[in-house]
């Protein structure tokens, strides 16, 4: 029986206007002196692998990348480009039916906190945001494992939901029933998730 429903953040429950995603990364590479195509700033955000991604496709070295990359990725800079998508107030809804619920992101705490409170804070029981903190990202299953033992299920006992390639992979290595959801940002022909919906209230479907 599903007792808990987890979710990614950017991209699962918030929006990020493309322009911040792309302005942003200009700026960081532009401070490392290079530039990227849209085609690999999309896989920067989508795609897994990002530390191989920022190595060997923007050849800058992944330290000194993310130092600067921080830098831009604050709350004053972001708070004006995100917005929740239409369908998060099937979150309320469940919470009220009584599944606990949790986010796991690799967002930094402060942008996590930020973001979650446009949905409301008060319906969310775990967050874990890696974000510059010692928790491994995804799709390494700590934070999920993290968030699972905070709410006192198992992993039989809950669903991951992410829209992207890092998240499928974190849910299966957590041995969580895995959901892509299709936010039409990104296509991923070969990523095969166990569910694919394209509205948070499809899960329904899955989960009663
Ligand atoms: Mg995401």
Known sequence: MIKALLFDLDGTLIHTSEEYRYSIL?????????????????????????????????????????????????????????????????????????FKIGVVTGAKESIAFLELGLIGIENFDSVIAAGYSDIKHKPDPEGINLCLSQ???????????????EDIFAARNAEVLDFLIDRKECKFPNLHPSFKINSLYELKNYIF
């Open 151 to 165: 709410l006192k299920i198992n992993n039989k006992e809950a669903v991951y939901v992410g829209n992207s390639e």
């Open 26 to 98: 200009e700026k960081t590479l532009g401070e490392l002196g290079t530039s990227a195509s849209k085609k690999d700033m999309d896989k920067f955000w989508f795609k897994s692998g990002r530390d191989r991604l920022i190595t060997n496709n923007f050849q800058v070295d992944s330290d000194e990348f993310w130092e600067i990359f921080q830098k831009y990725d604050y709350i004053d800079a972001k708070k004006n480009f995100i917005k929740p998508y239409e369908d998060v107030n099937f979150i309320k809804e469940m919470k009220k039916a009584g």
